[in-house]
């Protein structure tokens, strides 16, 4: 994300949703939002406008109530706050800003330290997978996760998810281009991929990645709750698709 604007928008209502169902199906997790400040002229772009409207408080009304109020209010619209109000009952927290590429590898490694605990480690970058035009020497890469920081979750045996904003290309080369990625990531590692859609307003994507079987059980029992009922109806999130164990 992250950034204290977008606490409580309809995107924060997907991926929360799914994280709840994770943690409901015996996951323990970890989330590192990736959190940024936003530049002079992102703050008057007016993201995080798109707020949960009230026929979407059927998807799961506690934490619709809770992020409508964070979202309504000037003075609680941050992260601390959303933290604080246990939408997530497993979550363990890092929230320290992403720095410049001098620092990123020391706050990459704290991230470690602070995350090692849970079960699933939830990566919240502003855009998504690095990309070939941003190096991590620019300005822009606090927007992004590079794969080693995937990867070092995965070979520990943690299951990763990450946010990824869909970009303007064709939505099959996109999600081919995606898997070939992630298979590179994975490069000897046997696993699984779930891939949820978030189709509200900004299309964006949740990618999964499970390199352990009892984890792989226990996140198809929460993408088979999500992708259900209100959540479905709604069209707040939809499975896109799955690979089984490779």
């Not at 989330?31 to 936003?38: A, C, E």
Request: charged share 25%.
């Amino acid at each position: 994300m992250m950034q204290d604007r977008y606490v409580g928008d309809i995107g924060d209502f997907g991926k929360l949703g799914f994280l709840r169902a994770l943690e409901i199906a015996g996951l323990s997790l970890g989330v590192n939002w990736y959190y940024t400040t936003p530049s002079g002229s992102e703050k008057i772009q007016g993201d995080g406008r798109h707020l949960i409207n009230q026929k979407y408080f059927d998807c799961d009304q506690n934490l619709a109530s809770t992020l409508y109020k964070l979202s309504k209010s000037q003075t609680s619209r941050n992260l601390v706050t959303l933290e604080n109000s246990h939408v997530l009952q497993t979550g363990i927290f890092f929230r320290a800003q992403v720095p410049g590429k001098e620092s990123r590898v020391n706050w990459h490694q704290h991230a470690l330290d602070a995350l090692q605990q849970a079960d699933l480690v939830f990566l919240d970058p502003d855009n998504g997978l690095s990309v070939k035009s941003v190096s991590r020497n620019s300005k822009k890469a606090v927007k992004y996760v590079f794969d080693d920081e995937i990867r070092d979750y995965l070979v520990r045996g943690q299951s990763v998810a990450f946010y990824q904003h869909r970009p303007h290309k064709s939505e099959h080369l996109y999600l081919s281009e995606a898997k070939s990625r992630i298979d590179n990531i994975c490069n000897s590692l046997k696993f699984s991929i779930w891939v949820l859609t978030l189709p509200r307003h900004s299309v964006r994507e949740i990618f999964v990645i499970s390199p352990d079987e009892r984890q792989d059980r226990l996140i198809s029992k929460a993408v088979l709750s999500i992708t259900n009922g209100s959540w479905n109806k709604y069209e707040i999130i939809k499975l896109q698709s799955t690979q089984p164990r490779t």
